[in-house]
């Protein structure tokens, strides 16, 4: 019983495979001869018209409908030769089945003739329409199928949202990016993205999209699937259907947290450089008073009776010393999170460090301070970004020149928000016209073998983290020449909650 079995399942086993060894020869012709099947279904396809004319009698007074439906598809599957060819047979099986006399290529009226003629020139122009949508219909296909690939396939994150934030595309990229599948993307609110300090921004965005507008590129964090925070560069666009309606958006996020990590080194790099510049200046400052303080402590030894008034003034001394030593140690002192911090303070603290450098130049300071300047922000960067312009203005200035400084309570240029302006003013040399729009370029610098070149963009660097903006103005001919650098950095109820 067994052994009957397998041989009625060998036997089985076998017709299958001889089975599928002849569709697979089957299926290797038809891909081999792909002009003679679409020849062959073009006189199909007349043939098929004309086969429902006779048996549809309802048919029969209009023919030509069958036919040229015939030559359409055709067209449209097989190609305009196929057309040419359907439309030659549906002529021939009017003039042998349709019009009398039957079965002869003898036409009896004019009136046939005509209507025969008219219908070659009608399936051969109906043809070639047909063929040719069909053709721009394959060619937005491909050109779509070869978008979807580029943005499925980017390395970038793209993703797309209606008018309402949900989400309703999503390619690999994303999913790299942000941590989700499609699956889990799809059908989510765009918010499951942004970090909760985060949402305000998001909604402004999503309004100006929904008017049409669109956001330019500007860094950012959103917020991973496992909950830790990337930095990207974002992009969003709207997107709108044939009548001009915004119907979504779509966002292109591309990660930047190597970006963000090689310039963080690069501006802790800067900061030490900052540090040891300063370093002389401190000798210089701390030397003063620690002489004064052995002279001192000379006086009492030797003047018991004097003492405690020479102890106090070596006191006060040692207190110098230790202010200096503390101003010092901003420079290099992190800070976790945004303090309130006033400007007009740290520009004194920065002009107290390079007081020994002004007053070797004979250079004349004029201070300008206006009440009400606090900020939201990081002492010890405010204070890298200061010393970076006084250094500039210091080295540009001849002796003697003029050096001032302002620090005011003023509003933002470009929409009226409030904040305070700092400014540095020098009457040196100026900047050179074709320099001024690289001279906060990373490693671009106008002082030769003596700079770095990152001085201005560290600063940059940190007006941008504030949430501010940092202008120059700069003449180098005429009868007056100089530089303007103007600093403008939000009130603390515009930069409290942005600054991160």
Not at 376 to 384: A, F, K, N, S, V
């Amino acid at each position: 019983m067994r052994s009957h079995e397998d041989a009625l399942a060998l036997g089985t086993g076998s017709l299958n495979m001889t089975e599928d060894r002849s569709n697979r020869r089957t299926w290797t012709a038809l891909q081999r001869y792909p002009t003679l099947i679409h020849y062959g279904a073009a006189a199909l396809a007349a043939w098929v018209a004309l086969s429902l004319w006779v048996l549809t009698p309802i048919l029969h007074r209009d023919p030509f409908v069958l036919f040229l439906a015939a030559v359409v598809i055709t067209a449209r599957f097989c190609g305009f030769g196929p057309a040419i060819l359907c439309t030659l047979v549906s002529a021939a099986c009017l003039d042998l089945v349709v019009f009398p006399p039957h079965f002869s290529f003898a036409i009896a009226s004019q009136q046939d003739l005509g209507r025969l003629s008219i219908f070659l020139a009608i399936a051969l122009v109906v043809g070639s329409l047909a063929r040719q949508k069909t053709q721009a219909q394959l060619r937005a296909e491909d050109a779509t199928r070869e978008m979807a690939t580029i943005v499925e396939c980017s390395e970038d994150a793209i993703f797309g949202t209606d008018t309402n934030g949900v989400v309703t595309s999503w390619n690999r990229g994303a999913e790299r990016l942000y941590g989700f599948s499609a699956e889990e993307a799809v059908g989510a609110h765009v918010e499951l993205l942004g970090p909760p300090e985060r949402r305000a921004e998001m909604a402004r965005n999503q309004r100006a999209l929904n008017r049409g507008g669109r956001v330019e590129p500007y860094q950012t964090e959103r917020m991973r699937k496992d909950g830790t925070h990337v930095p990207v560069l974002l992009s969003i666009s709207s997107l709108r259907n044939d009548r001009g309606e915004v119907v979504g958006a779509y966002a292109v996020a591309r990660d930047i947290s190597a970006q963000k990590l090689s310039e963080e080194a690069i501006r802790r790099s800067e900061k030490l450089a900052t540090a040891g510049r300063l370093a002389a200046s401190v000798a210089h400052e701390i030397n003063n008073p620690l002489e004064a303080v052995l002279n001192l402590l000379y006086l009492a030894r030797n003047d018991p009776g004097r003492a405690e008034q020479y102890l106090s003034m070596a006191e006060r001394e040692v207190g110098r010393v230790a202010s200096l030593a503390q101003q010092t140690l901003g420079f290099v002192r992190e800070a976790n999170s945004p303090a309130l911090a006033n400007p007009a303070q740290i520009m004194d603290e920065v002009l107290a460090l390079y007081s020994r450098k002004l007053e070797s130049k004979k250079i004349c300071v004029l201070r300008e301070y206006g009440p009400d300047c606090e900020i939201i922000g990081y002492p010890g960067e405010l204070r890298q970004l200061l010393a970076n312009l006084l250094v500039n203005a210091v080295d540009a200035l001849p002796p003697g020149g003029n050096l001032r400084v302002r620090v005011a309570a003023g509003h933002e240029w470009r929409n009226g928000a409030p904040g305070v302006r700092i400014t540095v003013a020098d009457n040196g040399r100026g900047i050179p016209r074709e320099s001024r729009d690289r001279i906060f370029e990373a490693f671009y610098t106008t002082k030769k073998d003596a700079g770095t070149g990152l001085g201005l963009w560290v600063s940059q660097g940190i007006v941008q983290k504030h949430h501010g903006s940092i202008r120059v103005r700069s003449r180098t001919d005429g009868a007056v020449s100089g530089t303007v650098f103007s600093i403008f950095l939000p009130r603390p109820e515009h930069s409290a909650s942005r600054v991160a």
